[in-house]
């Protein structure tokens, strides 16, 4: 996913170079042509979303999103990890 975000990121990089910025919506749209059969559910929950998305905010939730998509793969094939989430407050 890092890999398929960063080429993404170029793109939009090369066409903000050429004076043809994308809006975050756009943006946004074309990532989720993108994803596999995996995301089905993510896309599908996007739609309750209100269109105020940012596309920073969208990067992290199909992180966070992947993340979960392969701890259940994981856990469906019997490899099980416990890792410690810390969430941090400013």
Not at 7 to 14: A, H, N, T, Y
Not at 29 to 50: E, K, R
Request: with cysteine; glycine share 6%; proline share 1%.
């Amino acid at each position: 996913m890092h890999d398929y975000l960063h080429q993404i990121k170029s793109i939009v990089d090369s066409l903000a170079a050429i004076k043809s910025p994308i809006s975050d919506l756009q943006l946004i749209q074309y990532t989720l042509i993108g994803l596999g059969s995996d995301y089905g559910n993510f896309v599908a929950n996007l739609s309750f979303l209100d269109g105020g998305i940012i596309f920073n905010e969208f990067r992290t939730c199909l992180l966070f999103y992947e993340h979960h998509v392969n701890y259940v793969r994981n856990c469906q094939h019997g490899v099980v990890t416990h890792q410690v989430f810390a969430a941090t407050t400013n």
